[in-house]
C-alpha cells in the first residue's frame, strides 16, 4: 500500500514493516525513496534532501540537496518555481544521466547552483575583474571539448554542427564546417597572441639648431664715428656729375662691442647752398675688409665676404643745404652683427650737375683706405674706382 | 674777389663752349666746358692764370668725350 508524505506526522514513527518493504527510508536525515515516482516536496518536512533510488543497489541514483538556497530571494534566483518560501515545484525537470548533484554549500556568496532556464544570459565570467555583460558575478563555466595531446585533431563524428573543440596543446580551434553528409573540420589558427606591433614613430628629422638670434632693438643711441675737418667734394654725392657712387667702412673696432638695429645715419657736409640731390640710395652690408682693396669695383668686386646687403633707403632726395650734420633716417632698418665691418654704399643716380654743391667735413687716417668713390657723366658709373687711403666724411650712426 | 670771369671765359671760349666758368660756392671755382677743341692742359694753364690767386687747389679735373669741368677750392 503506498503511503504520501503529506500522511506522516512523526517521521520516526514510520511502521517498521513500511520501511522493510523498501518503499520509504531515511538515511542520513534523507528522505529516499525507491520506486516511487509520486513523491511530493510540496511539503518542507523532507529533511536535509531527497534521494531517489532506482533500486539496483548501484550509483545511479538522482539526489536533491536542498539548503541555503532558501535563504535567497526570488530576484536573486531568478526563478519563478521557487515560491512563497515553499521549495521548488521542479517542474519539467527530467534527467538521463546516472547522477545529477545540485550543491550549494557555501552560502556566504551567491556563486553556486542556480537553475538555468530559456533566455537566461550564461555567465561565464570575465578577466582583469571586468564587470560581465550579464551585470551579474554568478557566473558557469563551460569548455568545449578539448584534448592535450599534440597534434590531436577531432574526426567529423566527434562534433556536432556549431560544436567547438580545442587542441590545448597545440591552441587551435576546430569546428565543422559545410552542411550535413558533406561536413569538414576546420581549424582556427594556432597563432600566439602577438604584441600589437607598434609602427614606428617616423623619423622625424631633427630640426637644424637655429643659432640664437642676437637681439636687435631700436637702443635710441648715436655713435659718432672719429670726425675730422678736412673736405672732400666727392663726398657723399659729387655736385659737379652727373652720377656717383661712394662706399665706406666702417670697422667693427668704431662700432663697439655688440649687434645694432642701425635705423639711420648723419653725416656732416658743408659748402652747399641750397642744394638737394635727387633720387640717391643708401645700401648697408657686412664685409670681413677693415678696408677697401685694389680693384674693387662698383659692383662690389672685390670686396671680400659682403653679405646682408640691404636697401634702408631708396630713391630719396637729399638736402644737403648748407653745413652740418644731414640726417638720413632709414625706411628698412639694417641688424649689424657685432662682429663684421659695415659697408655703407651711397649711390647718387640724379642724372644732372648743378653748381653750388660743397662738399663732406672728413676725417682723416692714413692707416686705412675706408673710403672709395666713382663719378661720371651721362650714366652711372660702372667698372672700378678710387680708394680713399685717408678719409671718411663724418659719420653718425642711428641704433 | 679778383678773378675776371669775363675775360677767363673770352679766352677759354677760343677752345670750345664755356658752360660755367663760376665760384661754386664761397670756397671753390668750377669751370665747365663742351666741345673743346684742345687738350686739357692748354685750358689748365689758362684757367689757372686767372684764378690762381683765389683758388689755389685743383681738386678735380677730368676731360672726357669733348667735355671739361675742373675744381679748384682755396688753400
Redesign the interface.
Known amino acids: 500500500m503506498p503511503i504520501f508524505l503529506n500522511q506522516i506526522r512523526d517521521i520516526y514513527n514510520i511502521p517498521t514493516y513500511l520501511n522493510r518493504l523498501g518503499e520509504l527510508s531515511i538515511e542520513d536525515n534523507n528522505v529516499v525513496l525507491n520506486y516511487s515516482s509520486s513523491a511530493s516536496t510540496i511539503n518542507t518536512s523532507i529533511g536535509a534532501g531527497l534521494t531517489i533510488q532506482d533500486g539496483d543497489g548501484i550509483d545511479s541514483d538522482v539526489t536533491f540537496r536542498i539548503g541555503a538556497l532558501n535563504t535567497l530571494s526570488d530576484n536573486e534566483l531568478n526563478i519563478s518555481e521557487y515560491v512563497d518560501n515553499k521549495g521548488y515545484k521542479n517542474l519539467g525537470f527530467f534527467t538521463e544521466l546516472n547522477d545529477i548533484v545540485l550543491s550549494n554549500s557555501d552560502t556566504g556568496t551567491t556563486d553556486g547552483v542556480r537553475v538555468i532556464k530559456e533566455k537566461d544570459i550564461i555567465n561565464g565570467g570575465t578577466i582583469n575583474n571586468e564587470t560581465p555583460c550579464s551585470e551579474s558575478n554568478r557566473n558557469i563555466k563551460f569548455l568545449v571539448k578539448s584534448s592535450t595531446i599534440e597534434g590531436s585533431k577531432p574526426e567529423v563524428a566527434d562534433l556536432l554542427p556549431g560544436e567547438l573543440m580545442i587542441n590545448v596543446c597545440d591552441g587551435i580551434l576546430y569546428t565543422l564546417k559545410g552542411k550535413p553528409d558533406s561536413y569538414e573540420v576546420i581549424k582556427f589558427n594556432g597563432l600566439t597572441i602577438q604584441e600589437p606591433v607598434t609602427p614606428e614613430e617616423p623619423v622625424t628629422p631633427e630640426e637644424p639648431v637655429t643659432p640664437e638670434e642676437p637681439l636687435y632693438y631700436n637702443q635710441n643711441k648715436t655713435l659718432t664715428l672719429p670726425e675730422g675737418d678736412s673736405q672732400k667734394w666727392h663726398y657723399p654725392a659729387y655736385g659737379l656729375y652727373d652720377y656717383s657712387h661712394t662706399m665706406y667702412i666702417i670697422r667693427s673696432s668704431e662700432l663697439g662691442e655688440g649687434t645694432k638695429l642701425i635705423s639711420g645715419l648723419e653725416i656732416e657736409v658743408a659748402g652747399y647752398s641750397s642744394y638737394i640731390y635727387e633720387n640717391q640710395t643708401i645700401k648697408l652690408a657686412h664685409t670681413s675688409d677693415l678696408e677697401f682693396g685694389s680693384s674693387v669695383k662698383v659692383d662690389l668686386t672685390n670686396i671680400n665676404n659682403v653679405t646682408n646687403i640691404t636697401t634702408v633707403k631708396s630713391e630719396f632726395d637729399f638736402n644737403a643745404t648748407g653745413s652740418g650734420y644731414k640726417e638720413v633716417d632709414f625706411d628698412t632698418n639694417f641688424r649689424y652683427n657685432g662682429t663684421d665691418s659695415l659697408l655703407i654704399i651711397w649711390e647718387n643716380r640724379d642724372g644732372d650737375w648743378d653748381s653750388g654743391f660743397g662738399y663732406a667735413v672728413s676725417h682723416f687716417d692714413n692707416e686705412y683706405a675706408s673710403s672709395w668713390y666713382q663719378y661720371s657723366d651721362n650714366s652711372y658709373p660702372s667698372a672700378y674706382g678710387t680708394k680713399d687711403q685717408s678719409y671718411r666724411p663724418n659719420f653718425k650712426i642711428k641704433y | 674777389m679778383s678773378i675776371n670771369k669775363i675775360n677767363l671765359t673770352n679766352e677759354l671760349n677760343n677752345y670750345g663752349n664755356v658752360i ?1 666758368c ?7 671755382f ?1 669751370v ?1 666746358m663742351d666741345n673743346i677743341i684742345t687738350d686739357v692742359t692748354t685750358l689748365k694753364d689758362i684757367i689757372e692764370t686767372h684764378i690762381l690767386k683765389d683758388f689755389q687747389i685743383l ?2 679735373i677730368r676731360m ?2 669733348g ?1 671739361l ?1 675742373c ?1 679748384y ?1 682755396k688753400n
Open positions: 660755367l663760376d665760384e661754386n660756392n664761397s670756397e671753390s668750377i665747365v681738386k678735380n672726357s668725350d667735355k669741368k675744381l677750392v
